[in-house]
């Protein structure tokens, strides 16, 4: 029996993965990197993808051709996507009893704490029902719905609706909705969404604080951080914040230090921390806001070690996709090939 065309499209694309080469360089990649996108073009996949963040139990992203963020993993291996940040958020979640992630996407930040903590009480907020959708099929699909429970509403400064500005076509999920306007982005089509202040989200359902939050909601932050005024001036949660710019970062220290927060600035691609940094800033990096001081904070961030760039893969081996008869749980979630 031949393979179907989609086995064969996907057969494709598995044959293309240079990481698992023996020589093969680690380098975090940003989704926007040219051959990143030449590559997920030419060679599409669908289907479930294997994702290994450093010191949590591997877990499955499903991406129809269309998760940047799954589709990293699948092109450039473990630790590929935002990799130090991912790792700090790790070690923050380890001593974090309530979690937010607030700009969900589809799930990896959500599902890293949930494996970092299984104690952990944890909500995702991702308002796009395409991507809402995802998010529960990543959520189900490693048995993680009961640990993170999924609302699809928009944090932001008011409790009603608004309209949240997609930037991305139907055949790719949006990751850079915003429901503020991105004078350089074309608006593809726009979506009414629920939206709710934290404060008001956290009384509803009687929940007694915020510990950590993860906030990328592409440029709305200071909507979102306004929203929670109540429970920043309570509790002093710790911010991982995606910032776009200089006057972003400006603007989120100029609320945040009176409340005696200082920030560091996680360089993905180079692996390394800035602390209270503000001048040069003219990339998007994720900005750790935190109430301790800076010296726990500088050792906090640099916990995780810098990922080796030469791995250690050894001679590269087929790739097997079997049944149920044996092989890994992602192998599993394909099926088995006819022959």
């Not at 020589?23 to 990197?33: A, C, G, K, Q």
């Not at 030449?38 to 289907?47: F, N, R, S, V």
């Not at 923050?92 to 299984?118: H, K, Q, W």
């Amino acid at each position: 029996m031949k393979y179907g065309r989609l086995e064969k499209i996907n057969d494709q694309a598995l044959e293309q993965r240079h990481f698992l080469d023996p020589d093969y360089e680690f380098r975090p990649i940003s989704t926007h990197d040219r051959d990143f996108q030449e590559i997920k073009k030419k060679y599409p996949y669908y289907g479930f993808i294997e994702v290994k963040v450093e010191g949590v139990p591997p877990f499955v992203m499903f991406s129809n051709n269309d998760d940047r963020v799954a589709q990293t993993y699948f092109w450039y291996g473990p630790n590929a996507f935002e990799s130090l940040s991912l790792r700090i958020w790790r070690e923050m979640v380890r001593n974090s009893e309530y979690v937010f992630d607030i700009g969900a996407f589809t799930g990896v930040c959500s599902m890293t704490a949930a494996l970092a903590n299984p104690e952990a009480r944890i909500c995702a907020f991702e308002p796009i029902k395409r991507v809402f959708g995802r998010t529960t099929i990543n959520l189900a699909a490693n048995r993680l719905g009961g640990k993170v429970k999924a609302f699809d509403i928009a944090l932001s400064d008011t409790d009603g609706h608004m309209t949240m500005n997609l930037y991305q076509g139907y055949f790719t999920l949006s990751s850079g909705s915003s429901l503020v306007s991105k004078k350089d982005k074309e608006v593809i089509t726009k979506e009414c969404v629920e939206t709710m202040k934290f404060d008001t989200f956290a009384e509803k359902n009687d929940i007694p604080r915020m510990d950590l939050a993860k906030i990328d909601v592409e440029q709305a932050e200071r909507m979102v951080i306004a929203g929670m005024s109540e429970t920043l001036e309570k509790h002093h949660p710790n911010l991982l914040i995606e910032v776009v710019s200089e006057d972003n970062l400006r603007g989120l220290n100029e609320t945040l230090s009176p409340l005696g927060y200082n920030f560091a600035v996680i360089d993905d691609r180079r692996q390394k921390v800035r602390m209270n940094q503000l001048e040069d800033y003219n990339s998007v990096d994720n900005v750790l806001f935190s109430a301790m001081s800076p010296e726990n904070l500088e050792a906090l961030c640099r916990t995780p070690k810098p990922i080796p760039r030469r791995r250690k893969n050894g001679p590269r081996q087929p790739e097997v996709q079997q049944g149920s008869d044996g092989g890994s749980r992602l192998s599993r979630l394909f099926g088995s090939k006819g022959s």
